[in-house]
């Protein structure tokens, strides 16, 4: 799980201020704040655009999603919880 002190970590280490991510992110210095102290949630097109500014590499994750994809497509009779009644 990502947390906030991760978020700040990438940030840093990808030399981005508050103030510019707040800017890229389009939202407020205090929204980027909170995301880092655990007091709001980012939500997930924000992460991903978190992750592509500080240049974090998604290939493994990416390629994970797909293995699945390719796995549940090629299986017939798939039972998902959600779809129990």
């Given at each position: 799980?990502?947390?906030g002190d991760d978020l700040k970590a990438m940030r840093l280490r990808a030399g981005?201020?508050?103030?510019?991510?707040?800017?890229?992110l389009e939202c407020d210095r205090k929204t980027?704040?909170?995301?880092?102290l655990g007091v709001s949630d980012?939500?997930?097109k924000l992460l991903f655009m978190w992750f592509m500014y500080c240049k974090v590499d998604m290939g493994a994750f990416l390629s994970e999603i797909k293995k699945v994809r390719k796995q549940v497509n090629g299986t017939?009779?798939?039972?998902?919880d959600d779809d129990e009644s």
């Open positions: 799980m990502i947390d981005i201020s508050q103030e510019a991510m707040a800017k890229k980027i704040i909170n995301y880092e980012i939500r997930s017939e009779g798939i039972s998902l």
